[in-house]
């Protein structure tokens, strides 16, 4: 039984989503203040964290942050911003996907199936016997998936969880295009309104910059998506930046 952190300040608001939640098979736990949802996030370790942007005495953003010092338990942002450039920055925080108030419940629980279905899969990938290095080594680049550390000749990078996942994806499978749909499917795992392909963008430039050295290796491949150059292979045809 998946268990679901609310942290929403809005009681009625908090008490109908945990009554459809529970509907759904899930346990829930229910929090009104930002301080109180980040504690509870450490004692409940919980599947999933519904979490409104809004919040008295830390807010969202804070809230996401500090969770993500210490588990990257997947987080569904709410909140009444609607604008392109908050929906970026509740992402850059580190929460996975993002819902504009007012909502549909139909719409909230259908973005909470499909991100326990993801988190099951990697869980699935996980037990199994994955045929994939838990370390991908590439040069100077050391990715240890299994402790979710990215390093550059041994100076740990300062990723995101996204980040995280996006450089992994390509370094392990190097010299290989994606395009921006699929790596929005991969990485985020489903599809959302509001989150377009210059999401993707976004993460790649700061990514490049994360890398410091290696900048170069993640490619534009022009009217395609992105690639992770092989060893000697950036600055190729299809374009470095």
Request: glycine share 8%.
């Amino acid at each position: 039984m998946p268990t679901i952190l609310i942290a929403e300040d809005e009681r009625e608001l908090n008490a109908l989503v945990r009554q459809h939640l529970e509907a759904e098979g899930h346990r829930v736990v229910q929090t009104f203040d930002g301080p109180t949802a980040v504690v509870s996030a450490q004692q409940e370790q919980p599947d999933l964290v519904i979490l409104d942007w809004m919040l008295p005495g830390l807010d969202g953003l804070e809230v996401c942050r500090r969770m993500r010092r210490q588990s990257i338990v997947p987080i569904l942002m709410l909140t009444a911003r609607a604008e392109e450039v908050d929906r970026v920055l509740g992402l850059e925080v580190g929460a996975d996907d993002y819902l504009t108030k007012p909502f549909s419940i139909r719409e909230l629980l259908a973005r909470v199936r499909a991100i326990l279905r993801r988190v099951e899969l990697m869980r699935d990938a996980g037990a199994a016997a994955d045929a994939r290095p838990p370390v991908v080594v590439d040069g100077p680049l050391r990715i240890d998936v299994g402790e979710h550390v990215a390093s550059v000749d041994g100076r740990t990078l300062e990723l995101t969880p996204k980040e995280f996942d996006l450089l992994t994806l390509l370094a392990r499978n190097a010299g290989r295009a994606f395009a921006r749909d699929y790596l929005l499917e991969q990485v985020w795992g489903f599809d959302y309104a509001g989150l377009d392909t210059r999401t993707v963008d976004t993460h790649v430039l700061r990514l490049r910059k994360k890398l410091g050295p290696l900048e170069d290796r993640i490619e534009t491949v022009w009217g395609i998506g992105y690639r992770f150059a092989r060893s000697g292979e950036q600055r190729s045809v299809t374009g470095a930046r």
